[in-house]
C-alpha cells in the first residue's frame, strides 16, 4: 500500500525547506532577512528588496553580490534557490547590496 501525501503533509513538508537570505545594504547598514522556499527563483527575493525594503526602482549600476566570494548574484536571477545552491553558489546566503553611487 502507497501512502498518500495530504495537503497537510504537503505544507509541513514546505515548511521545513524555507531557507533564509540575508542582506546586508551597505550604503545605510541596514540588513534584511527574507524566508523563502527553494523553489522560488533569485529574483523573488530581488523583486521583495527592491519593492519592500529599498522602495526604489533598480538602477543598472546596482551591485548585488555574495558575501565573501564577491560573485554577482544579479546573474543568476532566474534560476531556483535549489538549483543555485546546488551548483555550490553562496551556500549561506548572505547577500551585499550597494547602489552604483553608494557603500563602501
Known sequence: MNPQITSQDTKDDDKAKKLEVTVHNQDDGDTYLFEINPKQTLQTVIDRLYEKKLRREPQADDRLTCEGRGEDVLQYRDITFKAYLEAGHCPKLVWLW?????GA
Do not use: I, L
Open 98 to 102: 550597494v547602489s552604483g553611487t553608494g
